[in-house]
């Protein structure tokens, strides 16, 4: 099913034109990545074969079983003809989900109509938050582009659990350049009309982390910004990219997020050294990693004790721009649980389906790595897809199946209807919400969707709409609509 123009269109409504067609390279690239995967199987598997949503037995044994090695297909007009689906397919396997992410963050960063005079990609043809206005952004103007965007641009600051513009614990974060991260907002047209009943179809939110690049750096995509204090403007390259779908099977909204490839090394010690090094580790401390390894999903060796990694700087009143760089590393790759789920989610085929888009877009042998650099969109290949997160049948994201400091079950709710990776995390945004000690160790943590509150599940909508000065985590809805003014009740102590 296609998804209303107004999704995919510039302001003006205009559907955007496709690119250029690329589809023989792009179908060769995608031949030879599903050749690959296929070859590497003790059996060629067949290639609609379905990776299962999850197992029958809600007590999994010890070892979970390696999944049926389907190939998850990633399709070349989700490149050269972006047009992203409405809903999940109906299967709603692992794979399904993961499609329809890329679909979607494809079709995002492609490039917009005006594209040869803006430079502006889809994402930036949206409405963007603006972070001073604290009520009523969709009765007034909007606000669209890139050059609007690097004014809007919000350094990370001590600020409440309910603000969403910034890292989710209010911590700061320093790459290695000693820079602290920026952050931008973007939300569809359609999240303006939604009504105390829930969001209007089409509605997304689209949440963007970018670094000060203090060199030319062609693997990042870019943009110029003049930043608060400075006269001169410096180049900052999008290093996180957060996107959450409102469908209508869905509305607790379809979580996923991309990264860099080259933000932080696995805390495991089994992350190759980029070339360039990590922009968010030092090469000492990721070589400490290296050679004291640690079992998958475990913090980092005490022997690399004296990096602190994943540690933030306490500050008094908001931090400055320039500090100590940190040092950061992935406890969960993919946000993929390691071994079983108490709460039935298939860790091994959520797994198996990214890493099989992956290796098929940006992978060696992937579409968007077979681009020629002129193409706008090839910049993509240095991008991948960390993971997901859903609830069964769009049920209320209750409390997390894995280990946490933030619910009544330390150790994972059993009965969890979360999917995905129940371990999501993005490097830039939820940098020190990993693991155990966590307070909110996935989206759900901070996004909790209940069925009573379903416009909650946003912290951005309460400055959307119109509402009393202290209201909290309530949206009201303007007057005339289907709902009227009254308020939505909070998701009150459910909030970490």
């Known amino acids: 099913m296609s998804v209303p123009s107004s999704l995919v269109s510039s302001s003006s409504g205009r559907r955007r034109a496709a690119p250029a067609p690329r589809a023989p390279v792009a179908a060769l690239a995608l031949s030879a990545a599903l050749t690959l995967i296929l070859s590497a199987c003790t059996k060629a598997p067949e290639p609609t074969a379905p990776i299962a949503e999850e197992r029958a037995d809600p007590q999994p044994p010890a070892t979970p079983p390696t999944p049926v090695a389907g190939v998850c297909p990633a399709n070349p007009a989700w490149i050269s003809s972006p047009n992203p689906p409405s809903e999940v397919a109906a299967a709603e396997s692992f794979c399904d989900f993961y499609q329809f992410s890329w679909q979607w963050f494809l079709a995002q960063v492609s490039p917009a109509p005006d594209y040869q005079n803006s430079g502006d990609r889809v994402f930036e043809t949206n409405r963007l938050h603006d972070p001073s206005v604290s009520s009523g952004q969709c009765s007034q103007a909007k606000l669209m582009g890139r050059a609007m965007a690097a004014a809007k641009l919000v350094a990370r600051v001590n600020k409440p659990q309910d603000f969403e513009d910034l890292q989710a614990d209010g911590n700061a974060l320093y790459d290695q350049n000693s820079n602290i991260l920026r952050y931008n907002i973007w939300y569809s047209d359609a999240e303006c009309q939604s009504t105390q009943q829930g969001y209007a179809p089409g509605t997304f939110e689209i949440k963007v982390s970018w670094k000060v690049l203090t060199n030319p750096d062609p693997s990042y995509y870019s943009m110029q910004a003049t930043l608060p204090g400075q006269t001169a403007p410096v180049t900052l390259g999008l290093v996180g990219f957060h996107l959450a779908n409102w469908t209508s099977k869905h509305p607790e909204m379809i979580w996923a997020t991309f990264e860099h490839k080259t933000n932080a090394p696995l805390c495991d010690g089994s992350s190759p050294l980029p070339a360039n090094g990590w922009a968010l580790a030092s090469n000492e401390a990721a070589q400490?990693?290296?050679?004291?390894?640690?079992?998958?999903?475990?913090?980092?060796?005490?022997?690399?004790?004296?990096?602190?990694?994943?540690?933030?700087?306490?500050?008094?009143?908001?931090?400055?721009?320039?500090?100590?760089?940190?040092?950061?590393?992935?406890?969960?790759?993919?946000?993929?649980?390691?071994?079983?789920?108490?709460?039935?989610?298939?860790?091994?085929?959520?797994?198996?389906?990214i890493q099989q888009l992956n290796a098929q877009l940006v992978g060696p042998d992937g579409l968007l790595t077979a681009l020629p650099d002129s193409d706008p969109m090839a910049v993509w290949k240095h991008y991948e897809l960390i993971g997901g997160i859903w609830t069964k049948g769009g049920a209320d994201s209750g409390n997390p199946p894995v280990p946490n400091a933030g619910s009544q079950f330390p150790n994972g709710d059993p009965n969890s209807l979360q999917r995905g990776s129940l371990e999501l995390t993005n490097m830039t945004m939820e940098t020190f919400e990993q693991g155990s000690a966590s307070q909110v160790p996935n989206c759900f943590g901070c996004h909790t969707y209940t069925s009573t509150a379903p416009l909650d599940v946003s912290h951005i909508c309460t400055s959307l709409f119109e509402h009393a000065p202290n209201e909290?985590?309530?949206?009201?809805?303007?007057?005339?609509?289907?709902?009227?003014?009254?308020?939505?009740?909070?998701?009150?102590?459910?909030?970490?």
């Open 472 to 496: 909290k985590f309530t949206c009201v809805i303007p007057a005339g609509s289907d709902a009227g003014t009254a308020a939505v009740a909070p998701a009150g102590a459910t909030q970490p």
């Open 288 to 353: 400490c990693l290296t050679q004291n390894p640690v079992p998958p999903g475990q913090p980092p060796s005490a022997a690399c004790a004296a990096f602190n990694f994943n540690t933030p700087d306490s500050f008094q009143g908001d931090p400055p721009d320039t500090d100590t760089p940190n040092n950061i590393c992935r406890m969960f790759a993919n946000g993929n649980q390691p071994g079983t789920s108490i709460n039935g989610n298939d860790n091994a085929a959520n797994l198996l389906a």
